[in-house]
């Protein structure tokens, strides 16, 4: 079974900066799009971030200019930039490849908690 591990999470501070990294079990070189996902206390899991198997990106409007992802396909890692941080930001983050309706191609890792204070 193909691993997820999320790491580089950890507390900031308003304004601060954190780069999240995705480590897959797997050849991520045929995956067309993976994707970033957080899911704050009390909310659903949303889309934060999305990069292609070629680098483009395509991020959620609240993260837009802020946040930037990119993939080492001969690493098999992605990664998710994030600067100037808001409280808001507060989640739990994770990674994995959307399949369209059939929703995603691998199982869920334990993902890495961002929390930022005010």
């Known amino acids: 079974q193909v691993q997820l591990v999320e790491s580089g999470g950890g507390l900031v501070k308003n304004g601060g900066s954190l780069k999240l990294s995705c480590t897959v079990s797997?050849?991520?070189?045929?995956?067309?799009?993976m994707a970033w996902y957080r899911q704050a206390p009390g909310k659903q899991r949303e889309l934060v971030a999305q990069?292609?198997?070629?680098?483009?990106?395509v991020y959620e409007d609240s993260v837009k200019g802020r946040f930037t992802a990119s993939r080492d396909n001969a690493r098999n890692l992605m990664f998710l930039q994030m600067n100037s941080l808001k409280p808001e930001d507060t989640a739990v983050y994770y990674c994995?490849?959307?399949?369209?309706?059939?929703?995603?191609?691998?199982?869920w890792g334990q993902g890495t908690q961002v929390t930022v204070s005010s």
């Open positions: 994995n490849a959307p399949r369209g309706s059939m929703g995603f191609i691998w199982t």
């Open positions: 797997e050849n991520i070189s045929r995956i067309i799009t």
């Open positions: 990069v292609t198997r070629s680098g483009t990106t």
